[in-house]
């Protein structure tokens, strides 16, 4: 096994619990999926100040572990030197996007761009704003889409690492080679930024100005390593850093797949055995869509490439991961019956009894159970909202013509969503409007390429029948020697 380099430091993150145990160890509660990890005390005392430098193979592990289960993250990496790194820029016409674009990648002597014209209508143009920049011109004669494009790019680099950067997407060199400092694991093949809507426009329409506070490509302020089932399970093509050597030998993007391929890539990665990163310090501006149809087209796009996703990667394409006991809460509470309140008091205290049983003997542990229980609870509700309001829509309103039912389910789905969208960002009526027409464009795409799919995949829940799976909790004995 690779070891960390010498001196590489992780920090445990602020939002998991540390708790020392009876026999002076420690417990950590926390990470995503969330989970219950004890150390020996052997293994704690290398966490001091909630921080473990690598110095060893012992180091190292308990380094690894934290990081494995997102209950800590890399801590002050060091850039790499530009000329390590070689940017990838996927073009088709819109020459003033790309204008942009190499602006703000040039800024840097050192870094190496080649811009790949994917077969432009207008290609004098491209070439011509490939020129004053001083890029590097790949041409294709016959348009390949965006994975095709990155690919044949790909297929030039020189350097150890690359980074992909369409040419809607205004991204700063020094946080391209910043971004790639997360490449110091040997593990880590693949890392992105967070990606914020940005529009130039002195008055933008009011769906630009929601595309800017609530962008898809927008993945929360959480560092995380990326996997299905984490609390981020993607990252978008927009922004990407990679090992140059291990995207050759994944084969790069899916060049059959016009949509979906930046998730294939992650799963792909993640199913091979490597760690893909998300770094939301670090940011990437990518161009919001300047007209309602070109932007609830591009949803209903992305919607439609979930059959296909199901094909390929089976149940990580599952809309929710629900477990029997709280997904029948969740309905409950939705249903705003008399029953409502009993059915989940009932299921939190047997989930609570549950996640109890599986954590440690330590201070607090039952208030804690509670505690976990509930955000289970509410992270369920959450999910079947969504259901409801986004990914079976056309279900959803056929049924409300014949239930009174499904009628307050939905009423009571819009207050969970209006809550949601309050925590997230500012909550303003056409905040509400943005996310029900994100919802029915996306929704439709799904159901659209489920129809021609001829498969429901993408549309299926996965429900989990282990020990406290609404929690996706993961109790591991860590031992280690001195």
Request: net charge positive.
């Amino acid at each position: 096994m690779t070891l960390l380099p010498d001196g590489f430091t992780v920090r445990v993150r602020d939002d998991v619990r540390l708790l020392r145990t009876p026999e002076g160890g420690l417990s950590l509660v926390g990470g995503s999926p969330l989970r219950s990890m004890r150390l020996a005390p052997a293994a704690a005392g290398r966490v001091v100040d909630r921080r473990v430098q690598v110095r060893d193979a012992a180091t190292d592990l308990v380094a690894r572990r934290l990081l494995d289960g997102n209950l800590a993250d890399p801590d002050d990496l060091t850039p790499v030197d530009p000329a390590e790194l070689t940017v990838v820029v996927p073009a088709h016409d819109r020459p003033e996007h790309l204008d942009r674009c190499l602006a703000a990648l040039v800024a840097r002597d050192g870094l190496n761009v080649i811009v790949v014209d994917d077969a432009s209508r207008d290609p004098a143009a491209v070439a011509e704003v490939v020129r004053r920049h001083g890029a590097t011109l790949l041409a294709l004669a016959d348009n390949r889409g965006p994975a095709g494009a990155r690919n044949a790019g790909l297929a030039r680099v020189t350097t150890p690492y690359v980074a992909f950067v369409d040419s809607d997407v205004s991204a700063d060199s020094a946080m391209l080679a910043q971004l790639a400092g997360q490449l110091a694991d040997p593990r880590v093949a693949l890392a992105g930024p967070l990606v914020r809507g940005h529009t130039d426009k002195v008055r933008p329409s009011w769906f630009e100005r929601h595309d800017v506070a609530a962008s898809s490509l927008s993945l929360g302020a959480r560092a995380c390593s990326v996997r299905p089932g984490a609390a981020v399970g993607w990252l978008p093509s927009a922004c990407l850093v990679a090992r140059t050597t291990t995207m050759r030998e994944v084969g790069g993007f899916a060049a059959d797949l016009r949509v979906g391929e930046d998730v294939d890539l992650v799963w792909r990665l993640v199913e091979a055995g490597h760690v893909v990163r998300y770094q939301p310090d670090l940011e990437a501006l990518h161009e919001v869509r300047g007209t309602i149809r070109g932007w609830l087209g591009r949803k209903l796009v992305y919607g439609s490439g979930g059959a296909e996703l199901g094909r390929r990667h089976g149940d990580a394409i599952a809309p929710a991961v629900l477990s029997p006991a709280m997904a029948a809460a969740g309905a409950a509470i939705l249903a705003c019956r008399w029953w409502s309140a009993p059915a989940a008091l009932a299921s939190l205290v047997w989930g609570s009894r549950v996640v109890s049983e599986a954590l440690p003997d330590i201070p607090g542990r039952r208030g804690l159970a509670s505690r976990l229980a509930g955000r289970g609870l509410g992270w369920s509700l959450r999910q079947e909202s969504a259901l409801l309001l986004r990914h079976w829509w056309p279900l959803t309103l056929i049924a409300c013509l014949f239930s009174r039912t499904v009628r307050r389910m939905v009423l009571a789905a819009l207050v969970v969503d209006a809550a949601v969208a309050a925590r997230e960002s500012d909550l303003r009526p056409t905040t509400l409007l943005g996310r029900r027409l994100d919802d029915l464009a996306y929704g439709a795409g799904l159901w659209l390429g489920a129809a021609r799919a001829r498969s429901v995949r993408c549309l299926t829940p996965r429900l989990v029948r282990r020990a406290a799976p609404d929690f996706r909790k993961i109790v591991s004995n860590f031992r280690m020697m001195n």
